[in-house]
């Protein structure tokens, strides 16, 4: 007998009828021996209904006061999908119980709307296991040590599933969306992307850090570092498939790299249309400049990815980095009203129709001439290349908007991913 878990998404839930498929698939798997564990997240589009409401109420709920109260709001969205399963699992027959993350509890620290877990108390969640029932928990919430109820960010159920696996030591957590596994790339805008079967834990936190939606960025954290065994399946396939065909389809997300693996130099093209640039120039070039102008970028809570100082040419440097399109408007500001001044740059500029495709794969560990591939693809498209970002396991560039589909389609077709996968 294994314990499990199993993480829904909003669209997985989106329904009763929908949440009914989902009761009975959690119920094939309880009567086939299984503990289960549930972490549904709230039916889609709830989030975004209720938080528009107390956006009506309060525009700029921006204080420690009012996010508290959004946490509170938010929260409510999961609660409501953990009662429904855990009712709908009962008319199954099964015996199920529903928990909040409070009620676990699942203890946060207190940065409301985007909250960090710290500890998760299984004690109350393995007595109902061992009772034989199914136990089905909030996600995407916890409790910090005030007893406010806190969020951890928009696709914090990931998060929350992922948690509760490691600290209950589970088998395996199995994350059902609408899709059926992680592909090469989106298929929506390259038709002939492939699903892949297995994925290493440092390809899928790339391929989430670089825009993948499949997966949130933080669950993949915690599974690599927690070693939780990860699958990524749809929710849409019949509910009553075969449970030995089931735990085996969707794509696994592995420790270890296979041999088929050294074969695939990219395993998959990311991208990311949430992008914007800001860029200094003419700013001094002396020791500490780049820590004045991201430190202060950094205390005003906002995320820094791709970076880039130029060569110096009389004392002077150019200075460029991208935030995420929602925090152009106030980097932008903060730059050319305080940041800039304080420094003596000589202009601020900001370009909010930029866009970062990323190719991602273990291969280019071993294999060289990666980048200039990836470049010359580009290149043969007349697509500029404005800013560059390299890891081991990957390659960044920050493109115009408009050329975005276009580059994401000749690098799968410049990297054969449209080809069958070798067995």
Not at 231 to 243: K, N
Not at 338 to 346: F, R
């Amino acid at each position: 007998m294994a314990l499990i878990v199993h993480k829904y998404g909003g669209t997985s839930m989106g329904s009763t009828e929908r949440i009914r498929n989902v009761a009975k698939r959690v119920a094939k798997w309880a009567r086939a021996g299984h503990q289960m564990v549930v972490v549904p997240s709230a039916m889609s589009g709830e989030t975004n209904r209720i938080l528009g409401l107390a956006k009506e109420l309060m525009p700029n709920a921006n204080t420690a006061a009012a996010m508290r109260e959004l946490d509170m709001i938010a929260s409510t969205g999961e609660q409501v999908s953990v009662g429904l399963l855990a009712l709908a699992l009962q008319a199954e027959g099964m015996e199920a119980v529903s928990y909040s993350g409070w009620q676990v509890p699942i203890a946060t620290d207190s940065s409301y709307t985007k909250a960090r877990i710290e500890s998760i108390d299984d004690k109350r969640v393995r007595a109902d296991l061992a009772a034989g029932k199914v136990v089905v928990i909030t996600g995407f919430q916890g409790v910090d040590g005030n007893n406010n109820i806190t969020t951890l960010g928009r696709g914090g159920s990931d998060t929350s599933a992922v948690a509760v696996a490691a600290a209950m030591k589970a088998d395996e957590c199995l994350i059902y969306t609408d899709v059926d596994g992680v592909y090469t790339t989106d298929p929506r805008v390259v038709p002939e992307a492939r699903r892949l079967s297995t994925i290493t834990f440092e390809e899928m936190l790339e391929m989430a850090s670089l825009g993948s939606k499949v997966l949130q960025i933080r669950s993949v954290e915690f599974a690599g570092k927690y070693r939780v065994p990860l699958r990524v399946l749809s929710s849409f396939t019949p509910w009553d498939i075969d449970i030995n065909e089931e735990a085996k389809s969707g794509t696994l997300i592995t420790f270890e790299e296979d041999t088929n693996m050294e074969q695939a130099v990219v395993s998959g093209i990311a991208f990311n249309r949430d992008e914007a640039k800001v860029t200094l120039l003419g700013v001094p070039d002396k020791p500490g400049i780049a820590y004045q102008i991201l430190g202060a970028v950094a205390d005003a809570n906002i995320e820094v990815d791709v970076i880039i100082q130029n060569v110096s040419h009389d004392g002077k440097t150019d200075f460029s980095f991208t935030v995420h399109r929602n925090d152009y408007t106030r980097a932008l500001d903060l730059l050319q009203n305080k940041v800039g001044p304080a420094t003596g740059a000589a202009q601020v500029l900001g370009d909010a129709k930029i866009c970062k495709v990323s190719i991602v794969g273990i291969g280019m560990r071993s294999h060289v001439g990666v980048a200039s591939k990836m470049f010359r693809a580009l290149s043969e498209e007349g697509i500029n290349i404005q800013m560059i970002s390299t890891s081991e396991i990957k390659t960044s560039v920050v493109l115009d908007e408009k050329y975005m589909e276009l580059a994401v389609r000749a690098l799968h077709k410049a990297f054969d991913l449209d080809a069958p996968a070798t067995v």
